[in-house]
Nanobody, 124 residues
């Protein structure tokens, strides 16, 4: 059974940093394009960042460009999201998702497998 599991969320002050991790089991990780999404209360789930299965293509949402960095370690079946210069508007539940091969998808319904999410709260 494919199971991405997120970790690393928490409470941080504005301007601070957090590093999210997502360990995926039950799949050949190196063949999956990975994405990070987030959902704030009362809002739709939105794309944050994605990295192609080969690592050769990375896409960020405009709202996080220059502040967030996605990376992956295929040997550890893990994808990371380094979040710097956090803002209160970054507060959300962050989800890791996996899609088999292909390029980076920005639509949540194009990802087949999802983690349960990790809460990130940024205080002002």
């Amino acid at each position: 059974q494919v199971q991405p599991v997120e970790s690393g969320g928490g409470l941080v002050q504005a301007g601070g940093s957090l590093r999210l991790s997502c360990a995926a089991s039950g799949l050949t990780f190196s063949t999956y394009t990975m994405g990070w999404f987030r959902q704030a209360p009362g809002k739709e789930r939105e794309f944050v960042a994605g990295i192609r299965w080969s690592g050769g293509i990375i896409i960020y949402a405009d709202s996080v460009k220059g502040r967030f960095a996605i990376s992956r370690d295929n040997a550890k079946n893990t994808v990371y999201l380094q979040m710097n210069s956090l803002k209160p508007e970054d507060t959300a539940v962050y989800y890791c998702a996996a899609a088999l091969r292909g390029t980076v998808r920005v639509k949540w319904d194009e990802y087949a497998y999802w983690g349960q999410g990790t809460q990130v709260t940024v205080s002002s």
